[in-house]
């Protein structure tokens, strides 16, 4: 799977994003080791803070398919740089991919920034920091 391909996808997630508040569409597509795509969009809701970002929409999707090996996943909206991802989807990406999964960022302008999960959120919290 190529990284452009990958980037399609999650381009065609974005157009699925409900977004009535911020207006800003967000689209992820997380490749499985299988090969197979989970698209992710986010998706809003008036009360603010219950909205879901499409990095962990994509993500869910697959944990609760029992899809639980990933090797990338694509991140796009528009914005002027590669858009980067929250500081809660960070934590959640770290707990659920391993340290060395390809992470590609992008906008609309087709900038790429490709980095590592442990390059995103380095020393985060993680399962083993729970027990002595
Ligand atoms: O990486 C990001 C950053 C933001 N958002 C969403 C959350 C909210 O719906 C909107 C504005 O923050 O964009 C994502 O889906 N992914
Ligand atoms: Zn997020």
Same mark, same amino acid.
């Given at each position: 799977m190529k990284t452009e391909q990958l980037i399609e996808e999650a381009k065609a997630a974005r157009e699925f994003a409900y977004v009535p508040y911020s207006k800003f569409k967000v689209g992820a597509a997380l490749l499985t080791k299988d090969g197979k795509i989970y698209r992710g969009c986010n998706i809003e809701n008036a009360? $603010?803070?219950m909205c879901n970002c499409a990095e962990r929409t994509a993500l869910f999707k697959a944990y609760s398919e029992?899809? %639980?090996? $990933?090797t990338a996943i694509a991140v796009v909206a528009d %914005?002027?740089?590669p858009v980067p991802p929250c500081g809660a989807c960070r934590q959640v990406i770290s707990e659920l991919c391993p340290s060395d999964m390809k992470i590609i960022l992008t906008n609309l302008n087709g900038d790429v920034k490709e980095l590592t999960m442990d390059e995103l959120l380095p020393g985060a919290f993680s399962p083993e920091d729970l027990y002595e």
């Open positions: 009360a $603010y803070s029992g899809d %639980t090996k $990933y %914005t002027v740089r």
